[in-house]
């Protein structure tokens, strides 16, 4: 009996010394999950109001509750007594040998979060990057995948892309496409002029406005080059490309109108040899 007694009066004793504490410290628990949950629910809609990618979203939403999870524990940790500052300073050893180790990878992850919170470029866009130009078909955090017109899948590192030129062909809605016609000296420069814009104005895809224009570019060595712009829709630059080239050579050809190919006048002098 005086066996039980006794560890009744422990029991007694360490509900009068840790019951505040503990009961202080399911308090702060539960008001502190119920105040994070609160707000990660807040900075999500801040983060959708901003139209930000749901894969960012997502990100940094677990990011954030996490982080307040941490901070929520190692309070209440705090308040029943546990040392925490060894926990702490071993949490930021950690966190700065992850970080040493994988120096790479949070480049990436960063050129990740930057090319997804402010979007210079989105899925669907063709872009040039780092010498490679493709259809973005996918945007992760750390690497990006391209899709080139040859139907090869190119993966790029985020990390270099931030801090590379970024071409978005896609960002303006058209594109001008640039070709270049060399016709003859003795051709009419404008009748051709008015047959490659006839091509033009006759072409589905070519866009009426901005108006397509036929310019004088260079007095090449055998040739006067043109210079042929339509404009046309990103997804149509391959087509009004090939198809505006072609029609432009038939009807410089109907229509009488030279396209030169490279050239050398040679004169022989005869000479006169005195016996």
């Not at 930000?52 to 990011?63: D, K, Q």
């Not at 080059?225 to 391959?238: F, I, K, S, W």
Request: with cysteine.
């Amino acid at each position: 009996m005086n066996e039980i007694d006794h560890y009744l009066q422990l029991l007694e004793n360490f509900a009068i010394q840790y019951g505040p504490k503990v009961l202080g410290a399911l308090v702060v628990l539960v008001i502190g999950i119920w105040i994070i949950k609160k707000v990660v629910g807040a900075f999500r809609r801040g983060l959708k109001s901003r139209d930000i990618e749901p894969a960012l979203e997502s990100f940094l939403g677990s990011l954030v509750s996490w982080l307040l999870y941490i901070l929520l524990f190692i309070s209440v940790g705090s308040m029943l007594g546990i040392a925490t500052t060894s926990f702490v300073a071993l949490l930021g050893a950690g966190g700065l040998a992850v970080g040493l180790a994988l120096q790479g990878s949070l480049s990436n992850f960063a050129g990740g979060v930057l090319i997804l919170l402010f979007k210079p470029f989105k899925i669907g866009d063709r872009i040039e990057a780092m010498n490679r130009t493709g259809l973005v078909t996918d945007i992760q955090i750390f690497h990006t995948t391209l899709l080139t017109l040859d139907r090869k899948t190119i993966i790029l590192p985020n990390g270099p892309i931030m801090n590379a030129d970024i071409v978005n062909y896609m960002k303006e809605g058209i594109l001008r496409v640039d070709l270049v016609v060399g016709i003859s000296y003795e051709s009419d420069i404008q009748k051709a002029r008015n047959l490659m814009l006839d091509v033009m104005h006759n072409h589905p895809k070519v866009l009426k406005d901005p108006e397509p224009v036929v310019v004088v570019l260079a007095l090449a060595d055998s040739s006067v080059n043109l210079g042929v712009r339509p404009h046309c829709l990103p997804d149509d630059y391959a087509a009004v490309y090939v198809e505006v080239l072609e029609s432009c050579k038939m009807a410089l050809d109907q229509g009488g109108i030279t396209i030169p190919f490279p050239q050398m006048d040679v004169h022989l002098d005869q000479l006169r040899i005195n016996n």
